[in-house]
RNA sequence: GGCCCCUUCGUCUAGCGGCCUAGGAUGCCACCCUUUCAAGGUGGAGACACGGGUUCGAGUCCCGUAGGGGCUACCA
């Protein structure tokens, strides 16, 4: 069993391509076969550098292991199509003197002219005698290869997922198999490449369906035996409307973040790559039992390409949000704190690692994104002399006043201050007390703390962040907060 | 325009003729819990596109219509 991801070098790598290589992937290790990466770049024009690299390293990001491959290596190779030009001018030869194919000297002005016309390409040179193309060729004019499709009759496919497919013969044109700079067409190279490198299931994006005719007769041309065929489904935009396209801008969500669309924006937004696989292989396929959570071994158990809906599906990614912060909260924190660690220096923060460990456990649950730990608990790496009280409307809870909070606030420090060990539970027992006395209810009075001590709405949990601050800072801090409550008062 | 594919809650999906008064997840809304956030728990609203068949019986099979997607390049 051998599957292949065949993409174009044309620059990053979309989300949409990787679902699909994710499921020639699982499928490959599913049945214990090789899963194969072969460049296609026969189109010089759009060829970018450095696409290979981003490919690979989405690949090595998400744990998708290639057997064969360009950087692999591999005894069917070499890889990458550009370096296999030869290949498919023998057998484009081949075709054309075993009467399968022609040569074809239209040029663009007529190729433009009967577009206008309609109907497409005439078939012009499809039986010009052999004397005449060769006089053609003689004379130095430029031509490419076509294939000489039939023309009456039915081709039926048949497609893993949706079964057999017909399509007249008469609908479709004699496509080109070679360009007039001896660079093949996808049609004839990938077909001599999945024959060579003997993959045994192509798989490939819904798209390629109208020509899957075309496909089938040159390989039947060729004499060869075919793969069987996947045809998946594609990735809609979040709205449903049209092919997911690299202008996520418009998709905005309401938090204003843009949805990732690009493999590297995955890893921008702070997804953990086994959050993005389950993600991926959730769409369009489902692990089963109505589980949700599920990582790439267990996907791998079950996965089938029979089994792949035939559906388009609109991009789910509020799901993967979700997810995400599923797989954080079940993290280990010697797993998160190297992931953290450059995330919050980035955002300018010094990172003292012992801290760090510390920290990790009260934020787990409250991180959506790996990002989320700079805005979250940033506070604890910034410089603590410099923190300022903040404003009032953070300072002062739903349901609370100003005297309130200043009450509360003047009234916590000398019991804290009292404390002999300054831990948690200790705190917050004598916080409990405090508002038992007082009868302000716990959320009361710990919510002010935790807006004094942290001076964000949103926070680690209140007594874990004093505990981790320290008695003396803690303290500083809320007399700072009480001090800018009395200003306000006073102004 | 022609051809091809697709169609279950807003979204991702389960369902492969009777187990469906259609299940799960997400999102949304309540309530509970709680260190008034988050997480967690419980509950709620929410779908078989429409019309014909076939069948004792249809979300499940067939046909049509509508809607969506794609192809129609010397791009892949």
Redesign the pocket.
Known sequence: MRTRY???P?GPQHIGGIRSALFAWLYARRHGGQFILRI?D??R??TVPGSVKMILEAFDWLGMDIDEGPREGGALGPYVQSERLELYQTWAKWLVENGCAYKCF???EE?AAM?KA?G??DRRYRDISAAKSADLEARGL???IRFKMPLTGLTVGKDL???E????NE?L?D??LL???G?????L??IIDDHHMRISHVTRA??????FPLHIQIWNALGWEMPQFA?L??L?N?N????LSKRKEQFAGADGKSVPVLAREFIEAGYLPAAVMNFLS?????Y?D???IFSAAQAIERFDLK?V????????I??L??LN??YI?RADVAELCPLLKPILEKAGFEVDEARLQRVVPLLR??L?SLKDVAPMAGFFFADWSAFKAPPAEILI????DQKGTADILRGSIPLLRRLDTFD??TQ?AAM?EFAKATGY????????L?AAVTGQ????????TMEVLGQEESIRRIELALQSLSDETAG
């Open positions: 065949a993409p174009s044309t296609e026969t189109d024009k759009r239209a040029t663009a190729l577009r309609g497409g390409y430029p031509f490419v997922i949706r079964g497919v017909e399509f007249a609908q044109q496509a080109v360009k007039s700079d660079y093949p067409t996808y049609h190279a990938h819904i798209e390629w369906l109208p020509s045809h489904p594609v809609l979040p449903g409307k049209g092919k959730n769409i369009g396929w489902n089963g109505n589980e949700e089994d809906n035939p559906a388009n599906s609109a991009y789910p509020a799901k949000d979700w912060s599923q909260q649950v409250r959506k809870q739903r349901k609370m948690a539970d917050h409990r209810k716990n959320g009361q009075v710990f919510g002010s935790r709405k949103v926070s680690p949990p209140t007594f874990e």
